[in-house]
Nanobody, 123 residues
Framework: VQLQASGGGLVQAGGSLRLSCAASGRTFSHHVMAWFRQAPGKEREFVAGTRWGGGSEYYAESVKGRFAVSTDNAKNTVYLQMHSLKPEDTAVYYC?????????????????WGQGTLVTVSS
């Protein structure tokens, strides 16, 4: 099982980025996919999650209304579209997969992790 995250980079405050996470190695149709992030010196925190195929999106309060999570079944890819980025969004972003049926915010509930992609938002 492999998750490959990409799409990070440097962006100015107020800008947008789209992160991608390509899944391979098994069928994820019944899994929950999520994005977490970890800023320097901080704990890894939940950002957004969804069931594969959509319909059960859940967001952290800090990103609600600015970020959107989605999946593309044909490409086995989950996306995180980020708008109105703020300097406090700067972090390494990780995608994760859980075999549970509902989105969980607890990182310990996720069995599979991608390698992370760095997002830097300048002020």
């Amino acid at each position: 099982v492999q998750l490959q995250a990409s799409g990070g980079g440097l962006v100015q405050a107020g800008g947008s980025l789209r992160l991608s996470c390509a899944a391979s190695g098994r069928t994820f149709s019944h899994h929950v996919m999520a994005w977490f992030r970890q800023a320097p010196g901080k704990e890894r925190e939940f950002v957004a999650g969804t069931r594969w195929g959509g319909g059960s999106e859940y967001y952290a309060e800090s990103v609600k209304g600015r970020f959107a999570v989605s999946t593309d079944n044909a490409k086995n890819t989950v996306y995180l579209q980020m708008h109105s980025l703020k300097p406090e969004d700067t972090a390494v972003y990780y995608c994760a997969a859980s075999t549970l049926s509902m989105v969980q915010t607890d990182r310990s509930r996720y069995r599979y992790w991608g390698q992370g992609t760095l997002v830097t938002v300048s002020s």
